[in-house]
C-alpha cells in the first residue's frame, strides 16, 4: 500500500528532474522524442498554474470558502520577481540607464520608496512569500471576523484584486503600468534565455509543484486538515465543539495566498512578462474552473484540471482562438451540471464500479 501511494510521486519526480532534461538537451532536435523549448516553456507555465489550482482546492475543496482573488495573489509574487529581473537588466535596457526603461520614458530621476533593495535576490524572494502573505492576512483577519461567508466573500475579493488591478495599471505606482514588466535579460547574472536556464527553471517549479502536493497531502490529512473539513462540511458545529474557526480558516488562506505567489515567482522568469492582466478577475475565475474541471477536495484533481484546461486552451487559441472561451464556459457548466466531483472523481467513480 505504502509502495502504491509513493510510486506516483517517484515517476514524477524522474519525470521533471531527469527524462524532461534529457529529452530537450540530449535527444537531438530531429528526433521525435525531442522535448522542445516551445514545450517546455509550456508544461513550466501550466506546472505554476497547477500550484494555484492546488492552493485553491486547500481553500475551497477543503474548506469551503470560494475565492475569487487568488490571481492578485499569484501577480504579487510575479511582480516582486519581476522587479529583481528587471534591475538585473541594469544597462542593457534601450536606454541604457541603470533604471528600467519604462522610469526612464516617464522621466523619472529616482527609485521609488518601495523598489529599495529590488537589486537583492533575497530580499525580493522574502517579498514573494511575505507580500501575498501579510495582503491575506489582513483581509482574511477582517473578513473572517466579519462572519463574511458565501457568495458574499467571493465578490469582495473579487472587488479586491480588481481594485488592485486599476492601480498597478497606473503608471505613478512604479510597476510599468499597462505593460508591466518584460524584456528581462538575467537571473543571478545567468542569462535567462538559453535553454539550459529554462531547464533549470523547468526543475526547480516541478519539484516546487511536487512539494507542495505532499506539504498539501499532510496537512489534509493531519488534525488542522480534519478542522478544515469540519469547518466546510458544518462551521457551527464545530464552533460548539470548541475550536475557534476564524484561526483555521485565516491559516490556510494566507498557506494559499503564499503558495500563489510563489506560483507567480516562479512563471515571471519563464514566461517572459508580468503585467496587471494576471490580477484580471477572469484569471482568478479560471482558477477555480481548474479546481472544479479536476475535481476538488481531491488535491490531485486540481493539478489534472489545471494540465486539461491550459493544455486545451494552448491548442484552441493556436488553432480556433474564437471558440475557446465558449468551450472554457461549456466545460464549466458541463462539469457542474454532470462531474461535480471532476475528472478524478469520474475516474475513482469507474474504478469503483469495475471493484464491484
Not at 524584456?183 to 535567462?192: G, H, Q, S, T
Request: proline share 4%; hydrophobic share 55%; glycine share 10%.
Amino acid at each position: 500500500m505504502i509502495a502504491q501511494r509513493w510510486f506516483p510521486i517517484i515517476v514524477a519526480l524522474l519525470v521533471v528532474a531527469v527524462l524532461a532534461p534529457v529529452l530537450n538537451l540530449v535527444v537531438p532536435e530531429g528526433s521525435v522524442f525531442h522535448m522542445s523549448d516551445f514545450a517546455v516553456a509550456l508544461v513550466g507555465k501550466i506546472m505554476c498554474y497547477a500550484i494555484c489550482a492546488l492552493a485553491m482546492d486547500l481553500i475551497w475543496g477543503y474548506t469551503g470558502i470560494l475565492s475569487l482573488g487568488h490571481g492578485l495573489f499569484f501577480a504579487l509574487g510575479g511582480y516582486a520577481m519581476g522587479m529583481y529581473l528587471m534591475r538585473q537588466i541594469g544597462r542593457d535596457g534601450q536606454y541604457q540607464s541603470d533604471m528600467p526603461d519604462f522610469m526612464v520614458f516617464l522621466n523619472w530621476k529616482e527609485f521609488p520608496w518601495h523598489w529599495a533593495f529590488s537589486d537583492s535576490f533575497v530580499f525580493q524572494m522574502a517579498m514573494v512569500v511575505l507580500v501575498p502573505g501579510l495582503l491575506a492576512f489582513v483581509f482574511g483577519y477582517f473578513a473572517f471576523r466579519s462572519r463574511i461567508k458565501g457568495v458574499y466573500f467571493s465578490i469582495i475579493t473579487q472587488a479586491m484584486t480588481y481594485a488592485a488591478m486599476l492601480l498597478f495599471f497606473r503608471n505613478e505606482t512604479g510597476f510599468g503600468g499597462n505593460n508591466g514588466f518584460t524584456d528581462f535579460k538575467r537571473i543571478l547574472d545567468i542569462p535567462i534565455a538559453t535553454p539550459s536556464t529554462r531547464m533549470v527553471l523547468f526543475v526547480i517549479t516541478g519539484l516546487v509543484l511536487i512539494g507542495f502536493y505532499l506539504f498539501a497531502r499532510w496537512l489534509v490529512a493531519s488534525k488542522f486538515g480534519r478542522v478544515l473539513m469540519a469547518i466546510r462540511d458544518a462551521e457551527s458545529r464545530v464552533m460548539f465543539t470548541g475550536y475557534d474557526p476564524i484561526r483555521y480558516k485565516l491559516a490556510i488562506w494566507v498557506i494559499s495566498a503564499v503558495m500563489c505567489g510563489i506560483a507567480g515567482a516562479l512563471y515571471v522568469p519563464q514566461v517572459g512578462i508580468i503585467n496587471p492582466s494576471e490580477m484580471s478577475p477572469a484569471a482568478s475565475i479560471e482558477m477555480a474552473i481548474w479546481a472544479a474541471v479536476g475535481g476538488r477536495g481531491t488535491l490531485i484533481g486540481p493539478i489534472v484540471g489545471a494540465f486539461v484546461v491550459n493544455g486545451g486552451k494552448s491548442v484552441f487559441t493556436q488553432h480556433f482562438p474564437e471558440f475557446w472561451l465558449y468551450v472554457l464556459g461549456a466545460m464549466f457548466i458541463a462539469v457542474t451540471l454532470f462531474l461535480p466531483q471532476g475528472i478524478v472523481g469520474l475516474l475513482r467513480r469507474g474504478k469503483k464500479e469495475e471493484r464491484s
